[in-house]
């Protein structure tokens, strides 16, 4: 009965799995801003870059970038932060908003750093920054379904940071993205260990890599705690995910990656009611954005569905009429159908 519930669930989990890719990228190079001394003014538009991506303000990111791009054609980070902020908006929106900039914004940024390394030499930052432009490559090429692509650069993007943490063991900031690998083929080989079992990685190293990355960051801070919300609801660690919870309310209380982090948290505690209350916050967030379209209508979905399971017939009701009230779309097919079995069954008196 809930088939599509369980079904956007797991969508929604390889959407946060992307989303968590691509934020290990940013806060990667961000770290690089504080680690290696970046000049002054490219840490004041960096930070604010950086910020405005967590929270969701994909414009101003972008008018950031630009105006740091046409101030100086030699520097490599604002393409890279450029580069972040389209990988991370088309995942925020669950869609591909424009490849082709995505691409030229990839390859000024590569060209830039290319021309950074030749011009003062290879060096822990130049690999890192390197790694981090691979890594969100990789994304790009994981959401386009072509895996042995985002295989490739992703592992080329692992190698730079490992290589870039070996050239200065001081630079912690490839642990970010190396703790979440470690973890990722930690749980690969815990589900295939009977064909794994000499596959190296710990799930809780990686989970330690990611609190040492937490604690010795800035604006990392609040990624890393993303990316460990993800895994502690993964790994039914409630209290573990409700601290992180509460962290990022704080810190980025209006941001629809903490709400996301949320709702998933309160499904975990069966805590359908609560779910449902923030599912409908991601719905008026993602109805205010010209692109966000089907996540409002998935959002609505999934607020449906957790309301019928709390008891609360009618306003589960309204929340599929507002749906069908929409336009369908071949996109949002399936949503609909599902929307429609759903309002069937509250009419006929069915729970979840």
Same mark, same amino acid.
């Given at each position: ?138 994304? %790009?090429?994981? =959401?386009?379904?072509? &895996?042995? /692509?985002?295989?490739?650069?992703? #592992?080329? @993007?692992? +190698?730079?940071?490992? $290589? ?101 948290? %309160?499904?975990? =505690?069966?805590?359908? &009611?609560? /779910?449902?209350?923030?599912?409908? #916050?991601? @719905?008026? +967030?993602?109805?205010? $954005? ?63």
């Amino acid at each position: 009965s809930c088939n599509l519930s369980v079904a956007c669930s797991a969508r929604k989990t390889s959407i946060m799995k992307q989303l968590l890719s691509v934020i290990i990228c940013v806060i990667i190079f961000y770290q690089s801003g504080t680690a290696f001394s970046i000049p002054e003014p490219q840490k004041q538009y960096a930070g604010r870059c950086i910020l405005a991506i967590l929270n969701c303000h994909y414009d101003t990111a972008l008018a950031v970038t630009d105006s740091a791009m046409a101030a100086d054609s030699l520097d490599p980070i604002a393409p890279l932060l450029r580069l972040t902020a389209i990988g991370i908006r088309d995942v925020d929106f669950d869609t591909l908003l424009d490849s082709a900039d995505f691409f030229c914004t990839y390859q000024n940024a590569e060209k830039r750093i290319s021309s950074h390394e030749k011009t003062k030499g290879p060096s822990s930052y130049s690999k890192m920054l390197l790694g981090f432009c691979k890594g969100i490559h990789s994304s %790009f090429y994981l =959401r386009e379904k072509s &895996y042995f /692509a985002a295989m490739r650069n992703g #592992l080329k @993007a692992i +190698s730079l940071l490992d $290589e870039s943490h070996r050239l200065d063991s001081t630079n912690v900031e490839p642990f970010f993205l190396l703790g979440l690998y470690n973890y990722a083929k930690g749980e690969l080989k815990r589900r295939l260990w009977w064909v794994l079992f000499w596959y190296p990685g710990s799930k809780k190293d990686g989970i330690d890599l990611l609190w040492r990355c937490n604690a010795n960051g800035y604006l990392s801070a609040e990624a890393s705690l993303l990316a460990l919300a993800e895994i502690y609801t993964r790994e039914n660690k409630q209290d573990e995910c409700a601290a992180v919870v509460e962290r990022l309310e704080r810190d980025l209380p209006a941001s629809r990656f903490t709400l996301w982090a949320k709702a998933r948290y %309160f499904e975990s =505690r069966r805590l359908f &009611y609560e /779910a449902g209350q923030v599912y409908e #916050l991601l @719905a008026v +967030s993602y109805a205010s $954005e010209q692109a966000g379209k089907f996540n409002m209508i998935l959002t609505r979905n999934l607020q449906a569905h957790m309301l019928l399971r709390s008891g609360q017939r009618k306003d589960a009701a309204d929340s599929c009429r507002a749906i069908l009230r929409e336009t369908a779309s071949k996109r949002n097919k399936v949503i609909f159908n599902d929307t429609k079995k759903l309002l069937r069954r509250i009419n006929d008196g069915e729970t979840e």
